[in-house]
């Protein structure tokens, strides 16, 4: 199997083992990520399609420890992941964890969805996303605060990355729109509220 064929092959796998299947896609998607939310006085993000322009997520964040605990909903409200800071034990590694539906703060016998881990001070996290059939999928998720990209790669497959989020240009112009406004690309098979989830855990990771 060629690298081009197996790179497919991963992605077809993904969209049967994604925690939201029906999110999926089999072609590439563009979102337009605003790292606003519609909601006064509230922290968090709006998600758009690019293709039709409805909302996809949100996030509103109201509680003081929205670091620590953060909710991805769908455009309706509905809780999708909990991502939630884990508690660090003298230790140079910072790691978030996501969980389907809401959490709350609740002890919860469901193991995570996935698991982020990063070096204190290293722009790169490592991903671990579990699958249906005890297996883990591995990430790898860079980025830039600079230059303000965001990359993410298959850890057995590099040749490109399967996500990507830079700033947002307007139309068919190379003018940016507002600070605040990202484009987020996906590649075939991967799962949008995942993806979505991974980006609010590293904007808070310092």
Not at 115 to 144: F, R
Request: aromatic letters at 8%; one cysteine or more; charged letters at 25%.
């Amino acid at each position: 199997m060629t690298q081009v064929e197996e790179y497919e092959a991963a992605a077809h796998r993904a969209v049967a083992r994604g925690v939201f299947p029906h999110l999926c896609s089999p072609s590439p998607t563009r979102l337009t990520v605003w790292r606003k939310s519609l909601l006064f006085n509230s922290r968090g993000y709006t998600v758009y399609d690019d293709s039709d322009g409805r909302i996809v997520f949100r996030v509103d964040n109201y509680a003081h420890n929205w670091r620590e605990e953060a909710f991805l909903m769908d455009r309706h409200g509905h809780v999708l992941l909990t991502v939630q800071r884990c508690k660090k034990m003298l230790s140079m590694l910072e790691s978030w964890e996501a969980y389907k539906g809401e959490r709350n703060g609740c002890p919860t016998a469901l193991p995570p969805v996935f698991k982020a881990t990063k070096a204190l001070g290293n722009p790169s996290c490592t991903i671990s996303v579990a699958a249906k059939d005890g297996e883990h999928q591995h990430y790898k998720m860079h980025w830039s605060r600079r230059h303000e990209w965001t990359k993410l790669y298959r850890a057995s497959i590099s040749l490109s990355p399967v996500a990507e989020v830079n700033r947002k240009c307007g139309g068919s112009t190379p003018v940016m729109l507002g600070k605040d406004v990202f484009s987020l690309h996906l590649q075939p098979g991967l799962d949008p509220a995942m993806v979505m989830a991974m980006i609010m855990i590293i904007d808070v990771m310092k």
